[in-house]
């Protein structure tokens, strides 16, 4: 109930393309959804962050969308650049927890130039 | 400028000996979060901390202490009860509803 599931654990995609990185939950009551980007050997900076009254967020390359039906929420991001090469979280924050967030395993993205 | 300091970024422990982790934040935020990180296995919560001089357990806090005697500042000890403390150990601060901001870690290692 308390998981966030993310996949790929891995993700390969060429200079240009676009990147997916998915994740899906179980517990309805989560009501806000980082998501982190993190290099290595630093802490982990959050990149956008949902609601899920909204079903799609975009700033600048980086969109979330949300399917509050099927539980899911998704990273992509636009014209993939080798700088974007990065682990990535996603998160999710239980209402009335205080702040606490349940992270997801990560996706680990090597964006090739 | 603002943000959280975690020092050392590298530390080693030796069999038995306790260790403590240093966390400062000046971005005056109320809660405060010890998390570990090993390879594959996303963030786990060890312990936080919502006001000064409380503190609750998180998901993984067997082998590990915290204090909160002030609003910036919240040490992790692991002690020589934690048996596999070899890790990448990120304190956060925030805001419920709010992102939580990272320090950049400080990684403990076995001698």
């Known amino acids: 109930q308390q998981q966030v599931k993310q996949s790929p654990q891995s993700l390969i995609v060429q200079k240009g393309g676009i990147s997916i990185i998915n994740c899906a939950y179980e517990n309805t009551a989560f009501d806000y959804f980082p998501w982190y980007q993190q290099f290595p050997g630093k802490g982990p900076a959050l990149l956008i962050a949902?609601?899920?009254?909204?079903s799609e967020k975009k700033e600048g390359r980086f969109t979330i969308s949300f399917n509050k039906s099927a539980k899911q929420f998704s990273l992509h991001i636009m014209d993939s650049q080798p700088g974007d090469s990065a682990t990535y979280f996603c998160?999710?924050?239980?209402?009335?927890?205080?702040?606490?967030?349940?992270f997801g395993k990560g996706t680990k993205l090597s964006v090739k130039p | 400028d603002g943000g959280i300091t975690q020092s050392p970024k590298y530390l080693f422990r030796k069999e038995g000996q306790n260790v403590t982790l240093s966390c400062e934040q000046n971005?005056?935020?109320?809660?405060m979060y010890w998390y570990r990180q090993d390879p594959g296995q996303g963030l786990r919560l060890i312990y936080y901390s919502q006001i000064v001089n409380d503190f609750q357990k998180g998901d993984i806090a067997e082998g590990y202490s915290v204090s909160r005697e002030k609003k910036e500042s919240f040490p992790l000890t692991v002690t020589s009860a934690q048996k596999n403390p070899t890790a990448f150990y990120l304190c956060?601060?925030?805001?419920?509803?709010?992102?939580?901001?990272f320090g950049d870690g400080t990684r403990l290692s076995i001698l």
């Open positions: 998160a999710a924050e239980l209402g009335g927890s205080q702040g606490n967030l349940i």
């Open positions: 971005l005056n935020h109320d809660a």
């Open positions: 949902i609601r899920p009254d909204v």
């Open positions: 956060a601060s925030g805001y419920p509803g709010s992102p939580q901001h």
